[in-house]
């Protein structure tokens, strides 16, 4: 199973900036995607954004504009840019590798907290 470890997260006022950070390790495929999910209090976890490993991405409706994702390929790391976060963007943010790009072979990070609040 591969191995995630988020970093990055934090707290900021609304109209700010944070930068999401995952890096896999161990049995990494040729073909993934690898992508975000996020968990708030009292919600249902909801998709956020990912990216193939031919850079395909796809974003939630709720994020569109406001947040992108990246990766370095060499690094096996992936990134989330948000910007002009507000306090709905509250939650715990996971990081999410499919190998072979199957949800049936996820692997999930630890998450890392993300507070939007003034």
């Known amino acids: 199973q591969v191995q995630l470890v988020e970093s990055g997260g934090g707290l900021v006022q609304p109209g700010g900036s944070l930068r999401l950070s995952c890096r896999a390790s161990?049995?990494?495929?040729?073909?993934?995607?690898m992508g975000w999910y996020r968990h708030a209090p009292d919600s249902q976890r909801e998709f956020v954004a990912s990216?193939?490993?031919?850079?395909?991405?796809n974003y939630a409706d709720s994020v569109k504009g406001r947040f992108t994702i990246s990766r370095d390929n060499a690094k096996n790391t992936i990134y989330l840019q948000m910007n002009s976060l507000q306090p709905e963007d509250t939650a715990r943010y996971y990081c999410?590798?499919?190998?072979?790009?199957?949800?049936?072979?996820?692997?999930w990070g630890q998450g890392t907290q993300v507070t939007v609040s003034s």
């Open positions: 999410i590798f499919d190998r072979d790009g199957s949800s049936l072979l996820r692997s």
């Open positions: 990216i193939t490993n031919q850079d395909k991405t």
């Open positions: 161990g049995g990494i495929s040729r073909w993934y995607i």
